[in-house]
């Protein structure tokens, strides 16, 4: 077996809002490993973004242990937290948050910039990126000029501008047709396959997540293998 990239240890998370606790992860465990796809599937609302979020260190659990690129997430400093996320761990969110006042290539190229790359390199391979995903006509466009899935490729090709580890996509391919649907899967999975990423990818698309090495779902803040 690969090495583990990311190990998920008793992992719990409620969201209190007044007398309302939202118990949304119970005692998660999971070990993933460099090369491999985990999908996670599950209702709406029972958790995904929210176990994504954790791993990507942009929220912090209650209780348990989050191993990342050898990261212990939960215990980054400042410092750490911006290495992990620049270098180790490119996120595709649900609802990609490009920079409205940057072009789609400025918003590719930002997070190579602020790993301390020259403008030219990170153009050249923010350009790359974006030809891969099928957006480098638009690249001078600002977000509000690109449609909903024009916005997703761009974020994805954000995603792996600094050769993550490890890539945390949240329904990557949400607003896709079918064509590009296929070319963001086959995308994806030969990062994993071929450059022995790891990747994590929720979806409630049944043909995306069965493309991944193991399907798991989220159900009453239980993580069960389908
Ligand atoms: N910051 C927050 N404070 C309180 N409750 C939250 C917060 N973020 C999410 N929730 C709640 O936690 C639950 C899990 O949310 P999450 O976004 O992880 O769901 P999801 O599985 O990603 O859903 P979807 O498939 O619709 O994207 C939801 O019921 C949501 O309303
Ligand atoms: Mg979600």
Known sequence: MNKPTVILAQ???????GSDDLRVLRNVSLTAH???SIAVVGASGCGKSTLLNLIGGLDQADSGKISACGFEVSKLNEKELTA????????????????????????????MLMTGSGQRKAADEARLLLDKVRVADRADHFPSQLSGGERQR?????????????I????????LDEDHKALIADLLFSLTAESGKTLFLV???????????????????QLIPV
């Open 11 to 17: 992992v719990y998370k409620t969201y209190r809002s």
């Open 84 to 111: 992990y996320r620049s270098g180790g761990v490119g996120f595709m969110f649900q609802f990609h948050y490009l920079l409205k006042d940057f072009t789609a290539l400025e918003n590719v190229m930002l997070p």
């Open 34 to 36: 460099e090369g491999e």
């Open 168 to 175: 945390l996509a949240d329904e990557p391919t949400g607003n």
């Open 203 to 221: 979806t409630h698309a049944t043909d995306l997540a069965s493309g991944a090495d193991s399907i798991m779902r989220l159900s009453e803040g």
């Open 154 to 166: 761009v974020a994805l090709a954000r995603a792996l501008i600094n050769d993550p580890q490890l």
